[in-house]
């Protein structure tokens, strides 16, 4: 046994005590809006799934006011097309979209909190929900794979927010998951950042492709990102997908900021 091992197996009561001690100290605070949050807004089906798929609760909190107002669409209102506005020779013309919330109130603020208040745990949740609904409305796929991060933006992050949410969302599906076969070919700029069509059309075209270390042909396979506007940078992902092989691709995201009726889209 090494010595940080001994250490950690002394230590380990005591840190269970002052966890234990410190949460009645100082109480938790929902993970989006920052208020205080007490034990009982923890969101109780997720927790359970995280007992099963992390080994322990989550100790996410969030409070009554957030969960009640993240309310997924109704089951026809959760599909679109990828492209929010096609571009003339669009390769993939009617790319299926599936996104169950709308990108406003809770879900607008909770997107930013997981990235720029590095909470990974959120984004756990935000794939909870995303997976709980994909299987409720029976979608089947054979794979589910993140939209990448470039390198610098996930040293700077830490976490790539798309795989946080994709991994719970595979496994409610029951899903083989996989971070790397979408690969970043280049750095792209941030699309929130950039004005008008073409220049977001630029900014990711070209910017993926797949890792020769899995043979994707003929799979069925999700792609996820946190949220959806545009839709070029899953259109983008799906389009690496197909180039290396793939049978279906279905884009999917947390939220979107469109709202639509097309139920015969998948
Ligand atoms: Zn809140």
Known sequence: MTVSNTLRG?????????????????????????????ADD???QYDDFCRTYNG??????????????LAPHSPDRRW????????EGDQLPGLPLYMPLAYDGTA??????????????????MGCLLGTCLKSDDVHADLMVPVPLSDARLKERGFNQAEEIARPAAAILGIPYAGDVLLRTRNTNRQTELRGKSARISNVTGAFGTSEDWDIKGLNVIVVDDVATTGFTLHEA???LYEAGASKVLCASFAGNRQALNPEVY
């Open 238 to 240: 799906a389009l690496a």
């Open 10 to 38: 002394d230590i380990s009561p005591v840190l269970a005590f002052l966890k234990e001690t410190l949460g009645f100290m100082f109480p938790a605070c929902c993970a989006v809006c920052g208020k205080l949050a007490d």
């Open 108 to 125: 607008k603020r909770a997107v930013p909190a997981v990235k720029f208040g590095k909470k990974p745990k959120l984004a756990n949740f």
């Open 56 to 69: 322990g609760p989550s100790g996410l909190h969030i409070c009554g006011k957030c969960l009640s107002s």
């Open 80 to 87: 679109m097309f990828c492209l929010s506005d096609p571009y």
């Open 42 to 44: 923890r969101f109780s």
